[in-house]
C-alpha cells in the first residue's frame, strides 16, 4: 500500500465535489424544531417534492413499520410514526441518494449499505429497550455512522480498496488499518462531510466516535451524546457479530463490559435486545430496496 500522507488533503479537497444534500432535509428539521408547527406544515414542505413524498410513503408502509391497514396519505404516515420518524427518514434517504456510486463498483455498495441498515434497525432497537427520548434518530445516526468510507470511495476509490484488501489479508478491522498505515480515517472523513452538510450533533457524535468504547476518548460530548455514541457502538458491533452485510471487514470484537454496565444491559437483557434486532433486521432487504432507490 501506498504511502498516505498526501490523501489527507486530497480526500479533505476533494469531499466539496459531493453533493450536497437537498433543501428539503433543512427546511423540516427547522418546521420540526417548532413546537408550533403542525401536520400541515410538513404537509407542506413535503408537497414541494413528490419523490420523496413517495418513497417516505412506501417506507411508512413496509413491514418494518407494520401499520395497520398502510397508509395512503402523508397526514396518516405522520399520525403514525410521528414527525420526527418522517424527518429522519427524509434525511437518511437524502444522505444515501447523495452518496451513491453511478458508475460500476468494486466496493459492494450493497451489502455495505445492507450493514448500514442494519446497524440503524439495531440502533433503534436498542434505543427503544434502553428508553431513550427518540429512538427514530438513533436509525439515523446508525445508518449514516460509516458515510466516511463511502465518502473516501467516491473521491479516492483506489485507497478505500487497498484498505479493505489489506484488512482482509491481516484479520484487521479498516479502522485499524487506517491508523497503522497513516491513511485518513473514515471517522474524520464522515465527520467532516457532515459537519459540511449540517448533520444534527448526534449524528455528528456517532460519524467521529463509533469506534471508539471509552467515553474519555470522547471528552467534547454530553452525556446525552455519550448515550447516544454507545448505542450506535453497540449496534455495530452486534451486526459484525451477526455477519450481516458488509461494510469493509470482517473483524468481529467482543462487546466491553463497560459499555453494556452504562446501558445496564446484562447477559439475559443483552440477549432479548439481539432476538429483538434480529426480528426487526429481517425487514432490512425491503426497506434498504425502498430508501436506497
Given at each position: 500500500?501506498?504511502?498516505?500522507?498526501?490523501?489527507?488533503?486530497?480526500?479533505?479537497?476533494?469531499?466539496?465535489?459531493?453533493?450536497?444534500l437537498p433543501a428539503i432535509v433543512y427546511e423540516l428539521s427547522k418546521v420540526i424544531s417548532d413546537p408550533m408547527s403542525s401536520t400541515r406544515d410538513i404537509e407542506n414542505i413535503m408537497?414541494?417534492?413528490?419523490?420523496?413524498?413517495?418513497?417516505?410513503?412506501?417506507?411508512?408502509?413496509?413491514?418494518?413499520?407494520?401499520?395497520?391497514?398502510?397508509?395512503?396519505?402523508?397526514?396518516?404516515?405522520?399520525?403514525?410514526?410521528?414527525?420526527?420518524?418522517?424527518?429522519?427518514?427524509?434525511?437518511?434517504?437524502?444522505?444515501?441518494?447523495?452518496?451513491?456510486?453511478?458508475?460500476?463498483?468494486?466496493?459492494?455498495?450493497?451489502?455495505?449499505?445492507?450493514?448500514?441498515?442494519?446497524?440503524?434497525?439495531?440502533?433503534?432497537?436498542?434505543?427503544?429497550?434502553?428508553?431513550?427520548?427518540?429512538?427514530?434518530?438513533?436509525?439515523?445516526?446508525?445508518?449514516?455512522?460509516?458515510?466516511?468510507?463511502?465518502?473516501?470511495?467516491?473521491?479516492?476509490?483506489?485507497?478505500?480498496?487497498?484498505?479493505?484488501?489489506?484488512?482482509?489479508?491481516?484479520?484487521?478491522?479498516?479502522?485499524?488499518?487506517?491508523?497503522?498505515?497513516?491513511?485518513?480515517?473514515?471517522?474524520?472523513?464522515?465527520?467532516?462531510?457532515?459537519?459540511?452538510?449540517?448533520?444534527?450533533?448526534?449524528?455528528?457524535?456517532?460519524?467521529?466516535?463509533?469506534?471508539?468504547?471509552?467515553?474519555?476518548?470522547?471528552?467534547?460530548?454530553?452525556?446525552?451524546?455519550?448515550?447516544?455514541?454507545?448505542?450506535?457502538?453497540?449496534?455495530?458491533?452486534?451486526?459484525?457479530?451477526?455477519?450481516?452485510?458488509?461494510?469493509?471487514?470482517?473483524?468481529?470484537?467482543?462487546?466491553?463490559?463497560?459499555?453494556?454496565?452504562?446501558?445496564?444491559?446484562?447477559?439475559?437483557?443483552?440477549?432479548?435486545?439481539?432476538?429483538?434486532?434480529?426480528?426487526?433486521?429481517?425487514?432490512?432487504?425491503?426497506?434498504?430496496?425502498?430508501?436506497?432507490?
Amino acid at each position: 500500500m501506498r504511502a498516505a500522507a498526501a490523501f489527507d488533503i486530497q480526500i479533505y479537497d476533494r469531499l466539496d465535489e459531493l453533493p450536497t444534500l437537498p433543501a428539503i432535509v433543512y427546511e423540516l428539521s427547522k418546521v420540526i424544531s417548532d413546537p408550533m408547527s403542525s401536520t400541515r406544515d410538513i404537509e407542506n414542505i413535503m408537497a414541494n417534492d413528490q419523490s420523496m413524498t413517495t418513497k417516505v410513503l412506501k417506507l411508512a408502509n413496509s413491514a418494518y413499520y407494520a401499520i395497520p391497514g398502510g397508509v395512503s396519505s402523508l397526514q396518516r404516515a405522520i399520525a403514525y410514526i410521528g414527525y420526527d420518524a418522517i424527518h429522519q427518514l427524509v434525511l437518511s434517504a437524502s444522505i444515501i441518494e447523495a452518496l451513491a456510486v453511478k458508475a460500476p463498483s468494486n466496493f459492494d455498495l450493497n451489502q455495505f449499505w445492507k450493514h448500514a441498515v442494519g446497524v440503524g434497525m439495531a440502533s433503534e432497537t436498542i434505543a427503544r429497550f434502553v428508553h431513550y427520548k427518540t429512538p427514530s434518530d438513533l436509525f439515523t445516526a446508525g445508518l449514516v455512522h460509516d458515510i466516511g468510507k463511502v465518502a473516501t470511495y467516491l473521491v479516492a476509490p483506489d485507497l478505500l480498496l487497498q484498505a479493505i484488501q489489506r484488512a482482509a489479508e491481516k484479520g484487521l478491522s479498516l479502522y485499524e488499518v487506517e491508523g497503522e498505515f497513516g491513511l485518513p480515517r473514515h471517522t474524520q472523513v464522515g465527520n467532516l462531510l457532515a459537519s459540511r452538510w449540517n448533520l444534527p450533533s448526534q449524528i455528528r457524535a456517532v460519524v467521529l466516535h463509533h469506534h471508539q468504547a471509552d467515553p474519555q476518548d470522547r471528552p467534547a460530548l454530553s452525556s446525552e451524546l455519550n448515550n447516544v455514541v454507545d448505542i450506535v457502538y453497540l449496534a455495530n458491533l452486534l451486526m459484525h457479530a451477526l455477519k450481516f452485510g458488509h461494510s469493509g471487514h470482517e473483524k468481529v470484537l467482543g462487546v466491553p463490559q463497560k459499555v453494556l454496565d452504562r446501558m445496564y444491559l446484562d447477559s439475559e437483557k443483552l440477549k432479548v435486545v439481539i432476538e429483538n434486532i434480529k426480528v426487526a433486521i429481517t425487514n432490512a432487504d425491503g426497506f434498504l430496496k425502498i430508501i436506497g432507490g
